[in-house]
């Protein structure tokens, strides 16, 4: 075990395809660290890592940690960024999904983490577990209340409680969790949310604006923050890395300007989303592919809009957190999905 609390030598990183997860891995990496990174299958793994040979691969599932738990003994920390969240850009329902993976695998993955002498583990969250009334700003103090959760969501607020009621039982296990906002960035196979609106926007898919106010991050940024608060991170702490406030009137065209497309300038009327929405979904179930408009996003996008300004002065001050310039972010995130013929 590692007796330096400050110190990562070697490192385990669930979700290490995903996008955050990527992009944190690259960054262990760079900073010579050593890392087994969980992924769904070799062939994933393969493609994402093929270029760093130093990265151990682990196969297994979120669902059923018992499967790749040998693989934690050795390793000082745990980066938890694994999480389901498929109801968001897919359709339909998924909470037993939510549940088996995010809660009760956070739950599984502490417990045998801590069984393989690890005594550090930096959970990612989500600022879907914060709330606050429109037009102010919002701290890691203003929790969202269970009732006021979608799936997903509520998803979220739970797997929190799981970290913390494992400290409360644990006392020699060292926690914090980072609370990414909309998540943006290079390696992003998935696609994710953020993949899937630069697809639609370089092949001209986009019908027309959709309401929502966002807070937009770098996922390198998000990597940076959870290195940092594994060093330097106060025991059962919320940090936030939530990015920068803007609409989604705002973002499209700068977007399509990065992009060299043309972007649509009007935004569609409720109606016409509601509409939008449920022929996706079918469109969804039946191909199995993600969508940019899902019934569960729409409504989010009405429920939380104008309730994206995040206060960062603790992530600052005790994280030394910053960010890169949005341009920057939405540059590289073009830049990379071009390069892999995936627009």
């Known amino acids: 075990m590692n007796t330096n609390p400050n110190r990562l030598r070697s490192t385990f990183v669930t979700g290490a395809t995903g996008l955050l997860g990527n992009n944190l891995v690259r960054e262990l990496v760079a900073r010579g660290y050593a890392v087994k990174a969980l992924v769904r299958s070799q062939a994933k793994g393969e493609q994402q890592f093929n270029d760093l040979p130093s990265v151990e691969r682990v196969v297994g599932d979120m669902a059923d940690v018992d499967t790749f738990a040998a693989a934690l003994q050795g390793c000082d920390t745990v980066f938890h960024c694994a999480a389901f969240f498929r109801d968001n850009y897919k359709g339909g329902s998924h909470w037993q999904a939510l549940e088996r993976i995010n809660v009760v695998g956070t739950r599984a993955l502490l417990q045998h983490a801590y069984d393989a002498g690890v005594r550090r583990f930096v959970h990612t969250s989500s600022i879907a577990v914060l709330d606050g009334a429109p037009d102010t700003l919002i ?137 939008l929405a449920a022929v996706q979904e079918t469109y969804a179930y039946l191909t199995g592919k993600p969508i940019l408009l899902s019934m569960a996003t729409l409504r989010l ?43």
């Open 139 to 275: 701290d890691e103090t203003c929790l969202r209340a269970e009732a006021d959760a979608d799936a997903y969501y509520r998803s979220k607020i739970l797997a929190d409680r799981e970290v913390l009621a494992f400290l409360q039982t644990h006392p020699q296990m060292h926690a914090c969790m980072v609370l990414p906002g909309w998540m943006w960035g290079p390696g992003d196979l998935g696609p994710t949310s953020s993949g899937q609106l630069v697809k639609d926007v370089i092949n001209g898919k986009l019908p027309g604006l959709i309401p929502g106010t966002f807070s937009l991050v770098d996922a390198r940024d998000v990597a940076w923050a959870l290195i940092a608060a594994a060093q330097n991170g106060r025991r059962g702490e919320r940090y936030l890395a939530a990015g920068r406030n803007l609409t989604m009137r705002q973002l499209i065209p700068l977007l399509g300007r990065i992009a060299g497309v043309k972007t649509p300038s009007r935004q569609l009327p409720l109606p016409a989303l509601y509409l």
């Open 301 to 343: 996008l009405i429920r939380e809009e104008h309730r994206t300004c995040f206060n960062h002065r603790k992530s600052e001050d005790e994280l030394g957190l910053s960010f890169r310039a949005l341009e920057q972010t939405l540059t590289d995130t073009v830049a990379w999905y071009q390069q892999h013929g995936r627009g």
